[in-house]
């Protein structure tokens, strides 16, 4: 069954550095997403991304978060400055064309900032 | 604020009970509504989606929906120790892009 993808795992970084999350998305899917979990709170919604083009955004999405897909299957998140309070679960999900809301995550990449 | 409002629980429930969860959301515009299970440290996973008010059965669970009332429920009928994880009601909104806003989701345990 085909599923997406996120690397790293894992990544430590330190306050002010640049972190890139990687993602690989379900392949005819055409509508991507990330959204991040500080432990113990909820779900929140970052950014969609659909056509090569932000979709939509929420509040959180501020200027040190950009999206791209540099290519014709990764999607990545790049955080330019980290904070303490980035520290958290970053998950990407996609979605087919069909039903752009019926999300399918990955796996999660938990970033810590140190 | 958009906001989807969920009992944090834990909700406790025999083998073979059924559980009910339950959910309300503030914006009228939202158009599509979810439940996900997340099990501890690992993704959200979509069980249910359902779209116009009513029922929708899938093997062990009911979605219910009443837009008027602006409550979704979900239903797990023979609940299954498996079943003990973070269920998330979800709402999916169109402003122009997808959105979807997270409850923060109410925990179950399914007792053996």
């Known amino acids: 069954e085909p599923e997406v993808t996120q690397t790293p795992s894992h990544q430590v970084t330190q306050m002010g550095q640049e972190v890139i999350l990687r993602c690989v998305p379900i392949s005819n899917h055409l509508y991507f997403y990330w959204y991040r979990q500080i432990l113990g709170q909820k779900v929140e919604f970052l950014v969609s991304f659909y056509n090569n083009e932000i979709s939509e955004k929420s509040e959180i999405f501020d200027d040190q978060f950009s999206v791209e897909r540099p290519d014709g299957s990764n999607f990545t998140l790049k955080i330019r400055s980290t904070k303490l309070e980035d520290s958290a679960m970053y998950f990407c999900?996609?979605?087919?064309?069909?039903?752009?809301?019926?999300?399918?995550f990955g796996p999660g990449t938990r970033l810590t900032v140190t | 604020q958009k906001e989807v409002e969920q009992n944090s629980g834990p909700l406790s429930v025999p083998e073979g009970a059924i559980a009910s969860l339950n959910c309300t959301y503030s914006d009228r515009g939202s158009q599509s509504f979810f439940w996900y299970r997340q099990y501890s440290g690992k993704s959200p996973e979509l069980i249910m989606s359902?779209?116009?008010?009513g029922d929708k059965e899938d093997g062990r669970f009911t979605a219910q929906l009443n837009k008027a009332s602006q409550y979704v429920s979900l239903l797990i009928r023979d609940s299954q120790p498996s079943d003990s994880a973070t269920y998330l009601c979800?709402?999916?909104?169109?402003?122009?892009?997808?959105?979807?806003?997270f409850g923060a989701g109410t925990r179950l345990f399914v007792k053996a």
């Open positions: 359902i779209y116009s008010n």
């Open positions: 979800a709402v999916g909104l169109y402003t122009g892009g997808f959105k979807t806003i």
């Open positions: 999900a996609s979605s087919d064309p069909g039903a752009p809301h019926e999300q399918y």
